[in-house]
């Protein structure tokens, strides 16, 4: 029988998709993305890129990319929209970068097809059918075969329904309006904005600007929307005016019941939504992205232990849920209600302590996070900082999305992996261990002196040596 054409179709051109698009071609799988849109959205929406994502396109050489087009913020003021100055964090790119949306789409889809993955818009998932060999896949008017496929495709995933993944979770019970806008109001105006309402100073007299709703609408908000609602709770519209971008969202909140279902699986929006707060989303699924990119394309080339697949879900879910609830809480403390008024005083309050300011921060740029490996050191499990080395920066060896060995002794070697994973012998390194062996994804799977320890730990990740 000939081979299917594709290794793995991806339904959703979106961040997650596109990230994922690249990380596959990273390890020369035969990817086809299917974006239902064929041209970028009308509004220009402002994200955020965080911490753990802005080092991730650091470990894949898109950083710099990205930067030509965003603009740095300090990395606090997340939580629940708390003013608290950004506390200091374990990181060399400790920061915000404000970035139009459509254009970190379009930027990590340059990437995919310039790495070979094909992209082709105006097309879409009607159905699926899986067999123990692959994936039969439905257009409106082709049916294509691959052996995996992946639903990217946003909160109201095709792919989901059809595999039949419950959703559960909270439906929108309110809906807020967001958006960036120049402000007229003079300073004292602007100390005295009232609860409910959320106004944070950029540079240029810019202003981030939060507001209820005041009732659903499927209609993107324009700058009355804005003004009416301002005058509702405020008394005075602030003089807003000029706006960069605007736009409406809910407080859905849903989780995926499975990650995986045979040979079909899902990432980003498609297997979590929640209310922007704090600016996760994005984050969370280009995240998701580089998590399954090389434990897929390793089942696809025959190299993955057994369960390397299996820990996609393991790991990325409880990720997803910890999000949840930290936009859950966030939600709560934004309330105008005299209850969620008092605790968002109490918390304010924490936040004075730099140890919670800079755990709460650490929690929503996501390099806090801690996979559970089992026993070993508190090093391992967690994302390795990007180091100087004598050959560069760490996270510049990364960019192949390899596994790597980083070793303090000399003593260390690869032998039988050294296809997927490569070795460097920095002596002046500055690691807390020894030597470590780092995932594609930059998390520490072992650290230590042992190369029998890490022949066990290199079998667990990348298989059996000498494949």
């Given at each position: 029988?000939?081979?299917?054409?594709?290794?793995?179709?991806?339904?959703g051109?979106?961040?997650?998709?596109?990230?994922?698009?690249?990380?596959?071609?990273?390890?020369?799988?035969?990817?086809l993305?299917?974006?239902q849109?064929?041209?970028?959205?009308?509004?220009?929406?402002i994200?955020?890129?965080?911490?753990?994502?802005?080092?991730?396109?650091a470990?894949?050489?898109?950083?710099?990319?990205?930067?030509e087009?965003?603009?740095q913020?300090?990395?606090?003021?997340?939580?629940?929209?708390?003013?608290?100055?950004?506390?200091a964090?374990?990181?060399?790119h400790?920061?915000l970068?404000?970035?139009?949306?459509?254009?970190?789409?379009r930027?990590?889809?340059?990437h995919?097809v310039?790495?070979?993955?094909?992209?082709?818009?105006?097309?879409?998932?009607?159905?699926?059918?899986?067999d123990?060999?692959?994936?039969?896949?439905?257009?409106?008017?082709?049916?294509?075969r691959?052996?995996?496929?992946?639903?990217?495709?946003?909160?109201?995933s095709?792919v989901?329904?059809?595999?039949?993944?419950?959703?559960?979770?909270e439906?929108s019970?309110?809906?807020?309006?967001?958006?960036?806008?120049?402000?007229?109001?003079?300073?004292?105006?602007l100390?005295?904005?009232p609860?409910g309402?959320?106004?944070?100073?950029?540079?240029?007299g810019?202003?981030?600007?939060?507001?209820?709703?005041?009732?659903?609408?499927?209609?993107?908000?324009?700058?009355?929307?804005?003004k009416?609602q301002?005058?509702?709770?405020?008394?005075?519209?602030?003089?807003v005016?000029?706006?960069?971008?605007?736009?409406?969202?809910g407080d859905?909140?849903r989780?995926?019941?499975?990650?995986?279902?045979?040979?079909?699986?899902?990432?980003?929006?498609?297997a979590?939504?929640?209310?922007?707060?704090?600016?996760?989303?994005?984050?969370?699924g280009?995240?998701?992205?580089?998590?399954?990119?090389?434990?897929?394309?390793?089942?696809?080339?025959?190299?993955?232990?057994?369960?390397?697949?299996?820990t996609?879900?393991?790991?990325?879910?409880?990720?997803?849920?910890?999000?949840?609830?930290n936009?859950?809480?966030?939600?709560e403390?934004?309330?105008?209600?005299?209850g969620?008024?008092?605790?968002?005083?109490?918390v304010?309050?924490?936040?004075?302590?730099?140890?919670?300011?800079r755990?709460?921060?650490?929690k929503i740029?996501?390099?806090?996070?801690?996979?559970?490996?089992?026993?070993?050191?508190?090093?391992?499990?967690?994302r390795?900082?990007?180091?100087?080395?004598?050959?560069?920066?760490?996270?510049?060896q990364l960019?192949?999305?390899r596994?790597?060995?980083?070793?303090?002794?000399g003593?260390?070697?690869?032998d039988?992996?050294?296809?997927?994973?490569?070795?460097?012998?920095?002596?002046?390194?500055?690691?807390?261990?020894?030597?470590?062996l780092?995932?594609?994804?930059?998390?520490?799977?072992?650290?230590?002196?042992?190369?029998?320890?890490l022949d066990?730990?290199?079998?667990?990740?990348?298989?059996?040596?000498?494949?």
């Open positions: 029988m000939n081979p299917p054409p594709f290794d793995v179709i991806i339904a051109c979106g961040p997650a998709g596109a990230m994922l698009a690249a990380e596959l071609r990273l390890h020369d799988v035969r990817v993305v299917l974006e849109e064929t041209e970028p959205a009308s509004f220009v929406r994200v955020g890129l965080h911490i753990r994502s802005l080092e991730l396109m470990m894949r050489g898109l950083l710099e990319r990205l930067l087009h965003g603009r913020r300090p990395a606090g003021g997340f939580f629940a929209a708390i003013p608290k100055p950004p506390p964090v374990d990181s060399a400790a920061y970068l404000g970035i139009p949306q459509p254009v970190i789409v930027l990590l889809e340059e995919a310039e790495l070979g993955a094909q992209v082709r818009h105006g097309c879409a998932v009607t159905g699926f059918e899986q123990d060999d692959g994936v039969t896949v439905e257009l409106a008017d082709e049916v294509l691959c052996r995996y496929l992946v639903g990217c495709d946003g909160a109201r095709t989901r329904k059809l595999l039949g993944v419950g959703f559960p979770g439906p019970r309110s809906e807020t309006l967001m958006g960036e806008m120049e402000v007229g109001a003079p300073p004292e105006e100390a005295a904005v609860d309402i959320r106004m944070r100073p950029f540079e240029g810019i202003y981030s600007v939060i507001v209820p709703a005041g009732g659903a609408g499927d209609q993107p908000p324009n700058l009355d929307d804005f009416r301002l005058r509702a709770i405020a008394g005075t519209d602030f003089g005016h000029s706006p960069r971008w605007l736009s409406r969202f859905a909140t989780l995926a019941d499975r990650y995986r279902k045979g040979r079909v699986l899902l990432a980003g929006d498609a979590h939504i929640h209310p922007p707060i704090g600016g996760q989303g994005l984050n969370l280009v995240q998701d992205a580089v998590n399954l990119g090389w434990k897929l394309a390793a089942q696809v080339r025959g190299w993955a232990p057994a369960a390397l697949l299996d996609y879900e393991a790991e990325r879910r409880p990720v997803a849920a910890e999000v949840l609830d936009t859950r809480a966030q939600t403390l934004m309330s105008p209600e005299p969620p008024q008092a605790a968002r005083r109490l304010a309050e924490l936040m004075d302590f730099d140890e919670v300011n755990h709460l921060i650490e740029t996501g390099i806090g996070i801690r996979y559970d490996f089992g026993l070993g050191p508190d090093l391992v499990g967690r390795l900082r990007d180091i100087d080395l004598a050959q560069g920066s760490l996270y510049g960019h192949r999305g596994g790597l060995v980083l070793d303090r002794t003593g260390l070697n690869v039988g992996w050294s296809d997927r994973v490569d070795l460097l012998t920095d002596p002046t390194a500055a690691l807390e261990a020894p030597g470590v780092l995932r594609p994804d930059g998390h520490v799977a072992w650290a230590g002196d042992d190369q029998q320890g066990e730990q290199l079998s667990r990740w990348f298989g059996t040596p000498g494949r």
